[in-house]
């Protein structure tokens, strides 16, 4: 999941230079559209979550690109040739914004107009898969299984079709891209799209696997995803999946382990794993600060 929110983080970067620090809220809308049409869509709850997963895929992702796609005109666009700390003030601006629009107008059929703790989400049905002595939920298989495809297509969007060659020479140089007949407008929708696509999908897998999705997610995940995105070497995409990998195995391993040492027992626990991804991030940026896998993205003036 933190790999799924990373992308987006490095596509805009890796071709803006900006971090769009609402890309969190871009995730926490995806499970609000998901939520949104499974409670409103008359008869889409008397069939199997599993038939109507692709339809709740699908509104996430509509939901969660055209938001993205939104931000980029009106909010991204007309900064783009302001200092940095213009669009970074922005984005922040923008994610307390959306997270207000969710926590005051959504609803559900018979509930009161806005969102004041976690709501339900639908749950897949079925008992856990055991593979061999890993347990998963449903949920979580299917986050690895989506994780996974989604990087291999990415992977070959980026290098082998003519918009992924466009996004490319984008980040490496927007000017001589657009005098080489690029349309670099349309790369960088392209780029909030996608982000915004995979981010979609992390919010639907992980209210499947919770059971619940709240208004503010998005905050906690947003820095997870960034942490993971600085982890791998910003601007690079594969850097961005394997950050939001390591960063995972790395809170998991904190928060089950720490409790069983003596001297560190007091520091695990579930309580404890927001703060160790952020030491690892701290110590990563004084050890190596470009990431695990470099910057792949020269640096422009």
């Known amino acids: 999941m933190y790999g799924l929110i990373a992308v987006g983080y490095t596509m805009v970067y890796g071709i803006l230079q900006i971090i769009n620090f609402a890309h969190g809220e871009i995730y926490m809308l995806g499970g609000f559209g998901a939520l949104f049409v499974y409670a409103w869509v008359p008869g889409l709850r008397a069939v199997s979550l599993w038939l109507a997963l692709p339809v709740l895929l699908v509104a996430a992702v509509v939901v969660s690109v055209a938001a993205a796609v939104a931000a980029e005109r009106f909010a991204y666009r007309p900064l783009r040739g302001a200092p940095r700390l213009a669009p970074l003030i922005t984005a922040i601006g923008l994610s307390l914004f959306l997270q207000q629009v969710v926590f005051n107008f959504f609803t559900l059929p018979g509930g009161?107009?806005?969102?004041?703790?976690?709501?339900?989400?639908?749950?897949?049905?079925?008992?856990?898969?055991?593979?061999?002595?890993?347990?998963?939920?449903h949920a979580a298989l299917l986050t690895l299984v989506v994780a996974a495809l989604a990087m291999v297509v990415l992977t070959w969007f980026v290098a082998r079709t003519r918009t992924g060659r466009a996004m490319q020479a984008t980040a490496q140089d927007p000017k001589t891209a657009r005098l080489m007949g690029i349309d670099t407008d349309r790369v960088i929708v392209v780029a909030f799209a996608i982000g915004a696509l995979l981010a979609a999908v992390a919010c639907v897998t992980q209210g499947l696997r919770l059971g619940t999705i709240s208004y503010n997610m998005g905050f906690i995940a947003g820095l997870k995803g960034f942490t993971a995105a600085v982890l791998g070497g910003i601007g690079n995409i594969k850097?961005?999946?394997?950050?939001?990998?390591?960063?995972?195995?790395?809170?998991?391993?904190?928060?089950?382990?720490?409790?069983?040492?003596?001297?560190?027992?007091?520091?695990?626990?579930?309580?404890?794993?927001?703060?160790?991804?952020f030491v690892i991030l701290i110590v990563v940026l004084l050890i190596r600060p470009q990431g695990l896998l470099g910057e792949r993205i020269a640096d422009r003036a």
Request: proline content about 11%; glycine content about 18%.
């Open 239 to 277: 850097g961005a999946m394997l950050g939001g990998v390591v960063l995972g195995v790395a809170e998991a391993l904190a928060s089950g382990l720490l409790p069983h040492l003596p001297a560190l027992h007091m520091f695990g626990g579930s309580v404890w794993k927001d703060v160790w991804a």
């Open 112 to 137: 009161s107009v806005g969102v004041t703790a976690p709501v339900p989400f639908p749950q897949l049905p079925g008992g856990p898969v055991h593979l061999g002595g890993v347990t998963l939920s």
